[in-house]
């Protein structure tokens, strides 16, 4: 599997935008870049995902760098309830579903 | 989006037991994974359990102290067994879903203490 680089930890303040940064040096052709968040005491939840072409939805952007090695998750605006770590993964497109690999994820603290 | 209902949602067991966690989707699925989450680490896949075969378990991991069964392809179970303190961890099992099965969803887990 291809590996991604996160820090281990940001904050931010609430109503303010973040911007959570993934590295992915090694990524292949056929892998689509993934973000999850896990809330305390739950399990993760699918935010967001991308090829090649930035994409957003209700949840949050995300901005992929053009030559692929690199993307970020951006939260317009930080509520509370954002608090969470934050994982991108890598998952190839090729056929059949392939086994996700997750990595240590970003801590991603609000500030009232 | 599949709804995953996950028993029970925690437990505290004696050392040398064995605990079924159960897993139910609201959907029918081929393949389920089964997680866990050491205290403050991130999530490690178990094993990858399949309707009507046997289950494949990732390095590390054995069928005699993970047996997963797999009756249908809405449920599935995984026993910790001959528990011991290093087996105090959150579990959780993950289906595939979306348009592509691009996606994963997760049950809300299973949180073992071994004393």
């Known amino acids: 599997d291809a590996k991604t680089t996160q820090p281990n930890s940001m904050e931010s303040n609430e109503e303010e935008p973040v911007h959570l940064p993934c590295n992915h040096s090694?990524?292949?052709?056929?892998?689509?870049i993934h973000w999850y968040r896990q809330l305390p005491s739950q399990g993760p939840e699918y935010v967001i995902h991308?090829?090649?072409s930035n994409v957003n939805n209700r949840m949050a952007s995300l901005a992929i760098a053009e030559d692929r090695k690199s993307s970020t998750l951006i939260l317009h605006r930080a509520t509370l309830r954002d608090a969470a770590v934050y994982y991108c993964?890598?998952?190839?497109?090729?056929?059949?579903?392939?086994?996700?690999?997750f990595g240590i994820g970003t801590k991603l603290q609000v500030i009232p | 989006s599949a709804v995953i209902s996950q028993k029970p949602s925690r437990d505290i067991c004696q050392r040398g037991t064995s605990l079924t966690i159960q897993c139910q989707v609201d959907?029918?699925?081929?393949?389920m994974f089964w997680y866990r989450q050491q205290p403050g680490q991130s999530l490690t896949l178990i094993a990858t359990?399949?309707?009507?075969?046997?289950?494949?378990?990732e390095s590390g991991f054995v069928i005699d102290k993970f047996p997963i069964s797999r009756p249908n392809l809405t449920f599935s179970t995984l026993t910790v067994s001959n528990m011991s303190p290093e087996d105090s961890s959150i579990y959780l099992c993950?289906?595939?879903?979306?348009?592509?099965?691009?996606?994963?969803?997760f049950g809300s887990g299973t949180q073992l203490s071994v004393l």
């Open positions: 993950s289906v595939p879903g979306g348009p592509t099965n691009e996606k994963l969803f």
């Open positions: 090694t990524i292949s052709g056929t892998d689509y």
């Open positions: 991308g090829l090649t």
């Open positions: 993964i890598l998952r190839d497109i090729r056929g059949g579903y392939q086994k996700v690999t």
């Open positions: 959907s029918q699925v081929t393949m």
């Open positions: 359990a399949n309707q009507g075969s046997e289950a494949t378990y």
